[in-house]
Every structure is written in C-alpha cells, then in structure tokens.
C-alpha cells in the first residue's frame, strides 16, 4: 500500500481501483513502443496494467501505479 491516508481529507479508508475504458483496463506503454521504426507489435509486448489508489471517504484519486513496472524495461 502506497497510501495510508488520504492527502486530502486524512482519512484511513484507502482502496486500490483499477480505471477501466469501456471494457479495457488503461495501460501503460512505453513511448518508444510507438516511434516510426518501431516493430508493429512493440507496443503489444511492453505494457502494465494501470492501478490506482482512491480515498473511500472524499473521493480523491491519490496516485497512479505500475501493477508490473519491469515489463516496460
Ligand atoms: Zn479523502
């Protein structure tokens, strides 16, 4: 756990989310995964899944993570 309070309101009750568009959790690729000389499936082999921490309490999104930070290397 990243946040153990919020650091908005204080409080304690910190949950992970994840950020879904339509159907797609978000991901994170690298930029060069998509430079012109690029291979067509770079972007298909370095990603992470994208999580996050919210406030139960204020609503406050309180950080953006990595789930597997080592696939981007
Ligand atoms: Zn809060």
């Known amino acids: 756990m990243l946040y153990s309070n919020c650091t908005h309101c204080n409080s ?3 949950q992970e989310g994840v ?3 339509a159907n797609a ?3 994170m690729y ?3 995964s998509f430079t012109r000389n690029a291979p067509l ?3 298909l082999r370095k990603s992470s899944a994208i999580s996050s ?3 139960q309490e204020c609503g406050c999104i309180l950080g953006l993570f990595l789930t597997e930070p080592k ?3």
Do not use: G, M
């Open 71 to 73: 696939n981007l290397d």
């Open 30 to 32: 690298p930029e060069e």
């Open 41 to 43: 499936n770079a972007h």
């Open 25 to 27: 959790p978000l991901r």
């Open 53 to 55: 921490y919210y406030c």
């Open 12 to 14: 304690t009750k910190i």
């Open 19 to 21: 950020i879904r568009a």
